[in-house]
């Protein structure tokens, strides 16, 4: 983890996108952060490594987390209306009761990836993800998406 990158996360969106506009080839490392509870409205993460990062009860509505690398992220109770996951390493994150509405999962993988309880997911959302078969739902997805038990 870059701690120079999670003070200046921490700061909020804004800080954030004028940092990387200044900063554009840096490598983005925020893994095993704690993010939890941070307002990242609009938040460019493209490519960022995010791997096990508590994003827990974020505000990442219209965040840019395209290509970015969540393996194991813990986005439960987060807000992810209209943001960018296409391409998207989501393999073994939890979105328990997050908000989903709008999300962009187009060749995301979301293998392993926990979708229980998540809010506002729609079968046409998560078809456009890779491996979306072996992601965890329930049940009335489940039915929807034709996945037997």
Do not use: P
């Not at 701690?3 to 893994?31: H, P, T, V, Y």
């Not at 509870?37 to 509505?61: G, H, S």
Request: proline share 0%; glycine share 4%; hydrophobic share 40%.
């Amino acid at each position: 983890m870059n701690d120079e990158q999670l003070k200046i996360i921490k700061q909020g969106g804004i800080a954030w996108n004028i940092w990387r506009k200044q900063n554009s080839s840096d490598k983005i490392d925020l893994m095993r952060a704690n993010l939890q509870d941070t307002k990242l409205i609009n938040v460019d993460l493209r490519e960022a490594k995010l791997i096990k990062t508590d994003l827990r009860k974020a505000n990442l509505f219209k965040a840019n987390l395209s290509k970015a690398n969540l393996f194991r992220a813990d986005l439960r109770e987060a807000n992810l209306l209209k943001t960018d996951l296409r391409g998207a390493n989501l393999f073994g994150a939890d979105f328990y009761k997050a908000n989903l509405q709008d999300a962009n999962f187009e060749k995301a993988n979301v293998k392993g990836t926990n979708f229980k309880g998540a809010v506002n997911l729609r079968k046409e959302q998560i078809q456009l993800a890779d491996c979306w078969q072996q992601a965890t739902y329930d049940e009335h997805l489940r039915q929807k998406l034709g996945l037997s038990k």
